[in-house]
């Protein structure tokens, strides 16, 4: 079966920082472009970066962490990284990686809390 498992998060202070990492277990790593997604309490699941296939020479960031987070891969690893500088409050939420074209079962997710 398949496999994501995020780890990394933890509780930080406002403007800290933390690396999040997310191991995949399947084949064709390399094939899918891959993004990490927040769930904040009470609130919907949404994409924060993306990260293209093979190469992952292109990236995209939502508004609210662009300049901050930095999303990357290691295809020989079959992992996808967050790291996320300057962290807010805003930021906290239940980290989550996965395919956005081609998604697979969720993983549990890693907890980041920022707070003073």
């Known amino acids: 079966q398949v496999q994501l498992v995020e780890s990394g998060g933890g509780l930080v202070q406002p403007g800290g920082s933390l690396r999040l990492s997310c191991a995949f277990s399947?084949?064709?790593?390399?094939?899918?472009?891959w993004g990490w997604y927040r769930q904040a309490p009470g609130k919907q699941r949404e994409l924060v970066a993306r990260?293209?296939?093979?190469?992952?020479?292109?990236?995209d960031y939502d508004d609210s962490v662009k300049g901050r987070f930095t999303i990357s891969r290691d295809n020989a690893r079959k992992a996808v990284y967050l790291q996320m500088n300057s962290l807010k409050p805003e930021d906290t939420a239940v980290y989550y990686c996965?395919?956005?074209?081609?998604?697979?079962?969720w993983g549990q997710g890693t907890q980041v809390t920022v707070s003073s």
């Open positions: 399947g084949n064709f790593f390399e094939i899918y472009a």
């Open positions: 990260i293209s296939a093979v190469g992952g020479s292109t990236t």
């Open positions: 996965n395919a956005p074209a081609s998604p697979k079962s």
